[in-house]
Structures are given as structure tokens and as C-alpha cells.
């Protein structure tokens, strides 16, 4: 999985290698190209800019950070446009963070956060 979507952040600064799969079911406007893609994610490039500003060595950042996606998932309008969970129908959001605020809640459990 690509951080954010940012693919530029994980190629040079996580240097992250290899090949990233595509869904079975493609939006024909929002081609998977993975690593090769140069696309900016605007979110992901401030997130992860911020990070290695603060601490320009991954390895350093990674013994002492644990980054969790609360919604690791991308929905697309038919227009190809991100349609971010806020505007789902509302019962389809509401299950969909309830799922993802239980997920979140077992990562904290199983890494021990205290703070």
C-alpha cells in the first residue's frame, strides 16, 4: 500500500521497491500505477513532508512512530472525482466508521499505546 497515495514519499524517502497490484475492478479514470505513479497526493505529501522534516531518517522515524489509516479505503465517483466518506449516504458511513473506529481501537490494544 502506497502511504496517502503519496507514491513519491514511499520511492524516496521510505524507498520502498517493487511492484503494486491492481484491483480486480479498475475506475477507467483513476488508473493503479503504483510506485510509477508522479501524481502528488496532496494530504499524503504534506503528512509525510511534515514527518521527514521532523525526522529526515525513516528508520528513525519508523523505531518510534506507528502510522494507522483510519479509512485505508479510496471511493471514486463515476466521474473518477474522490468522494471521501464524509459525503456517503449516512447509514453506509456510519457502518463504515464504525468498522474503522474498531479496527483503529484493536491496533491501539495490540501496540500498547498508553497516551
Known amino acids: 500500500q502506497v502511504p496517502f497515495g503519496e507514491a513519491w514519499h ?17 475506475h477507467p479514470k483513476r488508473p493503479v500505477l ?3 505513479c508522479r501524481r502528488a ?5 504534506r503528512f509525510w513532508g511534515l514527518v521527514r522534516t521532523l525526522c529526515p531518517d ?5 523505531r518510534h512512530c506507528f502510522v494507522h489509516n483510519h479509512c485505508p479505503l479510496l471511493f471514486l465517483a463515476s466521474s473518477g472525482r474522490n468522494l471521501p466518506p464524509t459525503e456517503l449516504p ?4 456510519d ?9 483503529l481501537a484493536r491496533a491501539v490494544g495490540l501496540l500498547g499505546v498508553g497516551l
Open 10 to 26: 514511499v520511492r524516496e524517502w521510505l524507498q520502498v521497491v517493487g511492484g503494486v497490484k491492481k484491483p480486480p475492478l479498475e
Open 34 to 36: 503504483g510506485l510509477t
Open 41 to 45: 497526493e496532496v494530504s499524503g505529501a
Open 58 to 62: 525513516p528508520h528513525v522515524f519508523f
Open 90 to 93: 449516512p447509514a453506509q458511513r
Open 95 to 103: 457502518r463504515l466508521m464504525g468498522l474503522c473506529d474498531q479496527v
